[in-house]
């Protein structure tokens, strides 16, 4: 057995916003840094960088993660989705325009982790109760404290998507 | 801000991940969910020259049912350890306890076994896995360790690892048909570390308990056993558990809340804990939300 040895950047691959993507990641760049340096998507917003604030969210393998929570180079393998690839492949339409039309965004600095968020809790269907919505977005801070808009507008996004599938089913 | 330059490894297997903690000694730290541990690079809290990253190490995932005994792998992310049905079914206790760890996105990568071996006295696992009598299964340069849960958490962010060891599992043993357990944290906003926070567990016995097991976190510099106020319980001495916590637990003065403060917590949801197992209820008495 051979082990690899410890490397301060590697070569990693992985799919980004649905594109196969290749690159060198140093080690020491959280996967926020290597995503906003390395492919300009700058949606992915740095608060905190303590995993406290949530604005850096983005999907890894169709799950939330704290993106300054993990490592670039832990990327290499997997499937990472940001707000500018939901917002390109029209997942999150209807959210957005939830957003839009509630005012669930002031300063609009938490929104992009909000959508991530909003859209891991959305995607595991039915019609989440304003608690359940809460405790999804319980690691997002909006420092204007627009929470209940944001809140309806994840509900109401819920309950059309939910509307429409029943429709669809009948 | 960033973290300080390491240099990074990903190893396949158990085996490689033991020879990579071996070779670097005191430079090499493990990373698990990296929850903690990133957020500690991010802060310069820690400097380790070397990451040993445990994410692509398949016999570390999964959690699987033989002879009475559940085993968790130790880099089963929290939301897969509290969301699957044989822990639904076996161990509700956890199933409880998991709401209360931080929020979805560090649910999503955080590990079982990482939140064990970090050993941060507030946390939910470790106290979790003292009330269920759970198994630490570790893997060092000598070998495999079993340490009873019980015996394993020694002080703040202490336990019984030595260097070059890493936890690799924890078993549990199957609660019988009439065990009831209880869980309830206290926090000053959801997701945050627990103000005052209690796993306990029994079994029913005629119209009382037996074999109670309280564990308390945030009150002390581990998850804090109180056997005195669980013998207070098999009487059925709700006053008498709740006053004999002043002995057993040892919380600290913080600049946001005193130490009395944290016993008073700490009886307020023994109180509420403790009613609802002596009430018999269903197996299931334990967890009410916030």
């Known amino acids: 057995m051979v082990a690899e040895a410890p490397q301060r950047e590697r070569a990693i691959a992985f799919t980004l916003n649905g594109e196969s993507v290749r690159c060198r990641a140093q080690s020491r760049a959280h996967l926020g840094d290597l995503l906003r340096a390395e492919f300009g998507l700058t949606g992915v917003h740095l608060g905190c960088e303590h995993g406290v604030c949530g604005a850096c969210t983005v999907l890894v393998d169709g799950r939330a993660v704290r993106s300054c929570l993990m490592l670039g180079v832990q990327a290499d393998g997997t499937t990472v989705e940001t707000v500018e690839g939901l917002t390109e492949s029209g997942r999150i339409r209807d959210l957005q325009d939830a957003f839009h039309t509630r005012n669930a965004l002031q300063c609009g600095y938490c929104t992009p982790g909000m959508l991530v968020s909003a859209a891991e809790l959305l995607e595991e269907g039915g019609t989440p109760s304003r608690e359940v919505i809460r405790d999804a977005i319980s690691g997002n801070y909006c420092r204007c404290t627009g929470y209940q808009a944001i809140v309806d507008a994840i509900e109401t996004t819920a309950q059309a998507r939910h509307a429409a599938r029943r429709e669809a089913a009948e | 801000m960033k973290a300080p330059d390491f240099a990074y490894v990903r190893p396949a297997s158990l085996d490689e991940a033991l020879a990579l903690l ?205 056997t005195a106020a669980g013998a207070a319980l098999e009487r059925g001495d709700i006053k008498g558990a709740q006053a004999a916590l002043a002995d057993e637990l040892d919380p600290q003065d913080d600049p946001a809340t005193r130490a009395a403060t944290r016993l008073h917590f700490a009886r307020v949801i023994l109180g509420r804990v403790a009613g609802r197992m002596l009430a018999g209820g269903s197996r299931g008495g334990g967890h009410h939300g916030g």
């Open chain 2, 22 to 226: 071996a070779e670097h000694g005191e430079d090499a730290v493990p990373l698990a969910g990296g929850q903690s541990l990133v957020t500690a690079l991010n802060l310069r809290l820690s400097a380790p020259a070397v990451l040993v990253d445990l994410n692509a190490i398949p016999e570390l995932v999964g959690i699987s049912e033989t002879n009475g005994i559940v085993r968790i792998g130790a880099v089963t992310r929290h939301r897969d350890v509290g969301t699957s049905e044989i822990i639904g079914a076996r161990l509700p206790l956890l199933a409880a306890a998991l709401p209360h760890i931080a929020h979805p996105a560090i649910r999503n990568r955080g590990t079982i076994g990482g939140s064990v071996a970090l050993a941060d006295p507030a946390t939910e696992w470790p106290a979790c896995c003292v009330a269920l009598d759970a198994t630490i299964v570790a893997r060092g340069p000598e070998g495999e360790r079993r340490i009873a849960a019980d015996a394993f958490f020694l002080a703040l962010y202490t336990t019984t690892l030595v260097p070059g060891e890493i936890v690799t599992a924890i078993e549990f043993p199957v609660p019988g048909t009439d065990a009831v357990w209880g869980f309830e944290e206290l926090a000053r906003r959801h997701g945050d570390y627990a103000l005052a926070g209690l796993a306990a567990t029994a079994r029913r016995s005629g119209a009382g308990l037996a074999d109670v097991r309280l564990v308390f976190f945030g009150v002390g510099d581990r998850p804090m056993r109180a």
